[in-house]
């Protein structure tokens, strides 16, 4: 059959191929043999489907023809037209046409619709500044345009099928054109995508000698073509010229942007030979891509299409091999992405198939491609995504470069979510302590100035007014300094927007960081080479859109870039790389083929996801209502269901040999019906196999090696012998932390230093050792709001001491403070605020009935105790709420406690903190306020349960107790377990809420650092 389309010769013909039955080298191949047969490959014109598209056509027939003299013209209809316009502009002596791309023209878009006064109905008013709105107002200007609408014909529309956001967007449309044409005075004529192919239609229907008409016109991908297109390929080969289509409606996919697969059946009518006659149609039978068992499933999904497609009977050779075709179901997106990672290894380390001959394809790049991403990079699979693949706002070194410009014009702009995400991308580099550390720091200057703001709200200050940050030079403030200062630099910066970019980029040092990682041997060298594509794809669309909107700022480059969801067309060269899997979507793996396929992400309500497309506006019901149909929303969604089918069919036909299919399955999403399509078993998949990689398998052995009665553990002692030898980190048990040697076995307190003791710290170090050490060391969480509450209250109780009216003193304290609480949400502040109102009214109450003598309120104390360990003093100090005296002249300590729940009466008589007090009272700490060292006990006071009246726990005095010393005992051995040199980590049940499980070996967490 292919034998035939190469010895076409004369007139039109349509030809029929399903995936990989060789469309394109049929094509290649008649190019070729019209070539040797004499034809000048100058008068052989071949199109394309898009850029892309094309360029891939123009490799494949240069490398069949092997010359380098003159070159078939290879073009995609955009570029055809606009060499139509250049050739009509040139012949009036005008200027050359210009191109608008996509981001220009919403640019356009947007300030007409701030400044036009077109009377929009009211269903679509609050959209109008909205990012969807201009993109879907853009779609339908195309629809139209496309169908040759004109302003007043689409208004027509509007009125017939009672759609008055039809009628408002037909003057809309008028506006724009007035606009495009009076920007066309000051150079080239501007066209966007769609007029430029009408454009030059119009041109070369007016004048037909033109262009010198090619011999010869071969048409790829012909299903995916809009009317406007089919019109200049009539203009340029029709009536009965030597035009070849190649086509399949089974994948046609473009019908979002205005394709339309009608033209398979029609062709032959609207392309008839010289003589008058329909033109004739071959079907490519064989498909010579797929092994049989991708082959059987992607042709099982194929029956479900509608219409009589005449190749979907095409078989495959019986001497291809068996094949994959596999669908794996995961319980989550991590299970997914690892599991892909796993399948590729295994088909690269086992099978031995090349990194590029395996494709990961996606429906959506922003919904699965940064997780798989990741997924990949982390198993050290290489990855390749073209920067024009993805968005580059989803790209975080070139989304992080424009918030900080944004953010340095406008610093209203940060807040606490922005100033975090900052602080840790690359620009900041900062990691969690290091911000726990830096709010803490705020916070502690804060509470110095009496004020109780939270940490993000600090955050964002320092931000805004770097001056704030100077005073620090600990590491632990250098990311939020240099995040400051580069927010300065975009501030202070002056000239173009590439200009400003780059003195901003510049200042961040991550060039160099970047460029020496990319070359090194590093497992991130190749995400490093990613990230200065996507910056060099930046600078290059900045250079444009400073070259086309001289005028606009560099706060609308940001916003406008930062706006973008897909991928706009680049002219950025990306850096050349070895082999690696090409991470992509199922639209742009169009055209391609790789031996593993993994299709991911194919759950129902995603792929298909039935929503209609631009429902607001209404771009596919105008295609029908264009075509003289009834916009129906069943047959919108049953011509979504089909085209989101013909998709998933053309995602599955990219393999040759093996087929993977993965959806996640659990309680939010199901895998999608397709999966039931295509007659393969799924395999529910609930554990994952081990991994294929050396850090893996260096675990395992280690694994096998720790256990003494393990029978593989001489195997498992050879291999990693074999292995460190080799270099493989982990490997060595040199590297083996749990093994090493203490860095420092000293105890924390030598002679001659004096070890502190809070009471506070004695109920801490008696409970776990080692959270006291790790707390005590930087391991606290920033102040959270119940913690946040208890200072407020405290602070108000202190107020209270000693006023005429402690009730509205306190009132009046905390109103004026409650403002300043990170409350969570409304609803919560409110419920909050109550609970503080009614903590402050019972703590009145209590104060009223309290009996004994306030002497002081917030008493700082400190006692020295006698030697804990040899030669190592100990002193007891803190802060007391409350010292009281009672009438018979005893001392009596109060602490208030915000919690909801008191402690138990059994542990009050033991309470640490309570003792801690009362031995101070002894050892004569409050002589400042009273002669009394004799106690009288100490109480907590719980103003914060649910009960009508503050909870009171009170400890009896000491030397009322059994035993009279029990408190000084407790106090002196928890003085000498600070002393120590080791910590016991203690399991209670606070470990839930603990700060540093993370760190902790019997938590579970944190084992793998102590191991
Ligand atoms: S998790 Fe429990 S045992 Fe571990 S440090 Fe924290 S409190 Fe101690």
């Known amino acids: 059959m292919q034998q035939r389309i190469v010895d076409h010769r004369a007139g039109p013909l349509l030809v029929h191929g399903g995936p990989g039955t060789g469309k394109t080298t049929a094509l290649v191949e008649a190019v070729a043999a019209r070539v040797e047969a004499g034809t000048a490959p100058h008068r052989i014109l071949v199109l ?3 850029r892309r598209g094309a360029s891939r056509l123009r ?8 010359r380098t003299g003159a070159e078939v013209s290879v073009h995609s209809f955009p570029a055809l037209a606009f060499a139509v316009l250049r050739l009509a502009a040139l012949r009036r002596d005008a200027p050359p046409p210009r191109l608008l791309k996509g981001p220009e023209q919403d640019l356009m878009i947007r300030e007409l619709l701030a400044s036009d006064e077109v009377p929009w109905p009211d269903s679509v008013k609050p959209a109008l500044s909205t990012r969807a709105f201009i993109e879907q107002l853009r779609d339908l200007m195309h629809r139209a345009t496309e169908r040759g609408l004109s302003a007043r014909q689409l208004s027509d529309l509007g009125v017939r099928f009672d759609r008055p956001e039809w009628v408002a967007a037909a003057k809309f449309l008028s506006r724009y054109v007035d606009v495009l044409a009076m920007s066309s005075l000051t150079g080239g004529t501007a066209y966007d995508s769609a007029e430029i192919i009408r454009a030059a239609s119009h041109e070369l229907a007016e004048d037909p000698q033109l262009i010198r008409r090619p011999e010869f016109v071969f048409v790829d991908e012909l299903q995916d073509t809009d009317p406007a297109q089919l019109e200049l390929l009539r203009l340029v080969a029709g009536d009965g010229g030597n035009l070849i289509g190649f086509g399949d409606a089974d994948s046609a996919t473009y019908g979002f942007r205005g394709g339309d697969a009608t033209i398979m059946r029609e062709f032959a009518s609207l392309f008839p030979t010289a003589a008058g006659v329909p033109a004739p149609e071959v079907t490519l039978p064989v498909c010579h891509r797929s092994a049989h068992a991708p082959h059987r ?9 509608r219409g009589g497609t005449r190749h979907r009977g095409h078989r495959t050779p019986d001497e291809v091999g068996e094949g994959v075709a596999r669908i794996a179901v995961l319980p989550s997106g991590t299970h997914q992405a690892t599991f892909i990672a796993q399948s590729l290894r295994r088909a690269h380390l086992i099978d031995g198939v090349p990194w590029s001959q395996m494709a990961v394809l996606v429906k959506s790049p922003s919904e699965h491609l940064p997780q798989i991403e990741r997924g990949l990079r982390h198993a050290g699979v290489p990855v390749r995504i073209a920067a024009d ?13 424009l918030t900080i410009i944004q953010c340095g014009l406008d610093p209203e702009l940060i807040d606490e979510p922005t100033a975090v995400s900052l602080l840790h991308s690359p620009y900041g580099g900062a990691d969690a302590l290091t911000e726990r550390r830096l709010r803490q720091e705020l916070r502690r200057r804060a509470m110095r100035d009496d004020s109780f703001r939270n940490s993000g709200e600090l955050l964002v200050e320092a931000l805004r007014r770097p001056e704030l940050l100077g005073e620090f030079e600990e590491d632990w403030a250098r990311p939020a300094q240099r995040i400051a200062g580069l927010m300065e630099r975009a501030r202070q910066a002056t000239g173009t927007v590439e200009s400003i970019l780059w003195q901003v980029w510049s200042d961040s040092g991550l060039s160099e960081q970047l460029s020496r990682r990319a070359v090194s041997t590093d497992r991130r060298a190749a995400a490093a080479d990613d990230d200065l594509d996507a910056m060099m794809a930046l600078f290059d669309w900045a250079a444009e859109f ?3 909107l001289p005028g606009a700022g560099c706060d609308v480059f940001c916003a406008h870039v930062l706006e973008q969801v897909l991928p706009a067309d680049s002219l950025a060269q990306q850096a050349l790389r070895g082999e690696a899997v090409r991470l992509t979507t199922a639209h742009q793996a169009k055209g391609r083929e790789w031996e593993l396929v993994v ?28 075509a003289g149909h009834s916009p129906d929303q069943l047959n919108m969604i049953s011509s979504l269901l089909e085209e989101e089918r013909r998709l998933f069919h053309a995602a599955c036909g990219r393999a040759r040999d093996r087929l993977l299919i993965t959806a996640i399955g659990d309680d939010d999403s199901q895998p999608s019906r397709f999966l039931d399509e295509m007659g393969v078993d799924s395999e529910v998949i609930t554990t994952l196999p081990a991994p294929l990689s050396l850090p893996a398998l260096v675990a395992r052995l280690r694994d096998h090696v ?25 490997a060595d048990p040199g590297d083996w932390w749990g093994l090493r040697a203490l860095s420092d076995d000293r105890a924390l307190h030598l002679p001659g230093e004096r070890v502190r003791v809070s009471p506070s710290t004695i109920e801490r170090l008696d409970q776990c050792g080692l959270r006291w050490i790790l707390e005590r060391h930087g391991g606290t969480e920033t102040a959270s709001l119940p913690q946040q509450v208890g200072n407020l209250v405290h602070a108000a109780a202190e107020a209270a001491a000693g006023a005429d009216d402690p009730g509205e003193t306190m009132r009046t304290f905390v109103d004026r403070r409650l403002g300043l609480l990170p409350f969570e949400a409304p609803w919560k502040a409110a419920q909050d605020t109550r609970r503080i109102s009614a903590m402050v009214e019972k703590f009145s109450t209590w104060l009223a009935g309290n009996d004994r003598t306030l002497l002081a309120a917030e008493a700082q104390f400190t006692v020295t105790l006698p030697e804990v360990a040899p030669g190592v003093s100990a002193e007891l100090s803190g802060i007391v709420d409350r010292l009281e005296q009672d009438r018979a002249g005893r001392l009596h300590v109060i602490d208030i406690k915000t919690a909801k729940t ?52 009170v400890q009896p005095a000491l030397p009322e107790s059994a035993d009279p010393d029990w408190a000084k005992n407790k106090v002196t051995e928890v003085a000498q377990r600070m002393t120590g040199s080791t910590f016991l980590a203690v399991h209670t049940k606070k470990c839930d809420t603990c700060a540093v499980k993370q760190c902790c070996p019997i938590s579970g967490r944190g084992r793998s650092v102590t191991d």
């Open 902 to 953: 008191p402690v138990s009466l059994d542990e009050t008589r033991q309470h640490p903190q309570l003792a801690a007090y009362q031995l101070a009272v002894e050892a004569g700490a409050f002589t400042e306020w009273s002669d009394s060292t004799e106690t009288g006990g100490a109480s907590l006071v719980y103003p914060g349960t649910s009960a009508n009246s503050a909870a009171v726990r």
């Open 546 to 548: 400073t070259d086309r």
């Open 59 to 66: 490799h494949r027939i240069t490398s069949r023809l092997n």
């Open 389 to 401: 693949d993805t968005a580059l706002s989803a790209k975080p070194i070139v989304a992080r470069l």
């Open 297 to 305: 499933a992607t042709a099982a999904v194929a029956t479900r299409l």
């Open 48 to 50: 394309g489907f898009g």
């Open 706 to 730: 720790c256990r003494a009665d393990d029978p593989k553990r001489p195997a498992a002692l050879a291999a990693l012998h074999r292995l460190a030898a080799e270099g493989v980190p982990g």
């Open 599 to 626: 299709v991911a992400g194919v759950q129902e309500g995603r792929w298909p996801n039935l929503r209609p497309r631009g429902s607001l506006m209404g771009a596919e019901q105008l295609v029908d209502a264009a």
